[in-house]
Protein backbone atom coordinates (compact mmCIF):
# COMPACT_ATOMS: atom_id res chain seq x y z
CA UNK A 1 0.00 0.00 0.00
CA UNK A 2 0.92 3.34 -0.87
CA UNK A 3 -0.20 6.29 1.56
CA UNK A 4 0.21 10.15 0.82
CA UNK A 5 1.05 12.66 3.94
CA UNK A 6 -1.94 15.39 3.84
CA UNK A 7 0.20 18.52 2.27
CA UNK A 8 1.09 15.44 -0.85
CA UNK A 9 -3.08 14.64 -0.73
CA UNK A 10 -3.31 19.09 -1.15
CA UNK A 11 -0.71 19.04 -4.22
CA UNK A 12 -2.89 16.39 -6.05
CA UNK A 13 -5.78 17.90 -5.58
CA UNK A 14 -4.74 21.49 -6.83
CA UNK A 15 -2.84 20.14 -9.68
CA UNK A 16 -5.93 17.21 -10.90
CA UNK A 17 -8.42 20.28 -10.25
CA UNK A 18 -6.38 22.12 -13.00
CA UNK A 19 -6.13 19.46 -15.62
CA UNK A 20 -9.45 19.04 -16.91
CA UNK A 21 -9.18 14.49 -18.32
CA UNK A 22 -7.49 13.74 -15.17
CA UNK A 23 -8.90 11.51 -12.71
CA UNK A 24 -5.57 11.37 -10.17
CA UNK A 25 -1.91 11.23 -9.91
CA UNK A 26 0.07 8.15 -12.00
CA UNK A 27 3.15 6.78 -10.14
CA UNK A 28 5.47 4.12 -11.88
CA UNK A 29 9.00 3.22 -12.02
CA UNK A 30 10.74 3.02 -15.08
CA UNK A 31 14.45 1.16 -15.68
CA UNK A 32 16.67 4.30 -15.96
CA UNK A 33 19.87 6.00 -14.41
CA UNK A 34 22.81 4.47 -12.85
CA UNK A 35 21.12 2.76 -9.87
CA UNK A 36 18.45 0.95 -11.85
CA UNK A 37 15.36 2.27 -11.35
CA UNK A 38 13.70 6.16 -11.09
CA UNK A 39 10.14 7.53 -10.01
CA UNK A 40 7.50 8.16 -12.99
CA UNK A 41 4.61 10.94 -12.40
CA UNK A 42 1.95 12.09 -14.58
CA UNK A 43 -1.75 12.45 -14.51
CA UNK A 44 -3.96 9.56 -14.26
CA UNK A 45 -6.86 9.97 -17.32
CA UNK A 46 -7.96 5.95 -17.07
CA UNK A 47 -7.38 3.05 -14.87
CA UNK A 48 -6.77 0.33 -16.87
CA UNK A 49 -7.09 -3.68 -15.59
CA UNK A 50 -3.64 -3.87 -14.69
CA UNK A 51 -3.62 -0.98 -12.14
CA UNK A 52 -3.65 -0.62 -8.61
CA UNK A 53 -6.10 2.54 -7.57
CA UNK A 54 -4.86 3.56 -3.96
CA UNK A 55 -7.74 6.65 -2.77
CA UNK A 56 -6.94 8.68 0.23
CA UNK A 57 -8.66 11.86 1.43
CA UNK A 58 -10.22 12.63 -1.56
CA UNK A 59 -7.78 11.92 -4.30
CA UNK A 60 -6.47 8.49 -6.04
CA UNK A 61 -3.50 7.05 -6.84
CA UNK A 62 -3.25 4.83 -9.54
CA UNK A 63 -0.01 2.56 -9.97
CA UNK A 64 0.61 -0.40 -12.84
CA UNK A 65 1.31 -3.73 -11.31
CA UNK A 66 4.57 -3.94 -12.60
CA UNK A 67 5.38 -0.99 -10.27
CA UNK A 68 3.50 -1.44 -7.37
CA UNK A 69 5.95 -3.86 -5.47
CA UNK A 70 8.63 -1.26 -5.69
CA UNK A 71 6.68 1.19 -4.24
CA UNK A 72 4.87 -1.45 -1.72
CA UNK A 73 4.71 0.61 1.36
CA UNK A 74 6.15 3.92 0.05
CA UNK A 75 5.18 7.24 1.64
CA UNK A 76 4.41 9.88 -0.76
CA UNK A 77 5.33 13.61 0.59
CA UNK A 78 5.01 17.25 -0.76
CA UNK A 79 7.82 19.35 0.59
CA UNK A 80 8.53 22.78 -0.31
CA UNK A 81 12.05 24.03 0.46
CA UNK A 82 12.68 27.87 -0.43
CA UNK A 83 11.74 28.27 -3.14
CA UNK A 84 12.01 24.66 -4.58
CA UNK A 85 9.34 22.34 -4.24
CA UNK A 86 8.76 18.60 -4.88
CA UNK A 87 7.17 14.96 -4.33
CA UNK A 88 9.35 13.23 -2.48
CA UNK A 89 9.32 9.12 -2.10
CA UNK A 90 10.01 7.78 1.39
CA UNK A 91 10.27 4.42 -0.31
CA UNK A 92 11.46 1.50 2.44
CA UNK A 93 12.10 -0.71 -0.34
CA UNK A 94 15.30 1.35 -1.14
CA UNK A 95 18.43 0.05 -0.72
CA UNK A 96 20.68 2.46 -2.69
CA UNK A 97 20.50 5.50 -4.53
CA UNK A 98 22.82 7.52 -7.21
CA UNK A 99 24.71 10.28 -6.02
CA UNK A 100 22.27 12.89 -8.04
CA UNK A 101 19.17 11.55 -6.11
CA UNK A 102 17.22 10.73 -9.76
CA UNK A 103 17.83 6.54 -9.44
CA UNK A 104 17.84 4.09 -6.93
CA UNK A 105 18.10 0.65 -6.72
CA UNK A 106 16.19 -1.96 -4.26
CA UNK A 107 15.71 -5.42 -2.83
CA UNK A 108 14.57 -8.04 -4.96
Not at 23 to 34: A, F, K, P
Amino acid sequence: MITLTATAVARIQTMVAKKETAIGLRIGVTESGCSGYSYALDFAETVADNDTVIEQDGVKVVVDDSSMPLLNDMELDFVKEGLNQSFKFNNPNVISACGCGESFSVTK
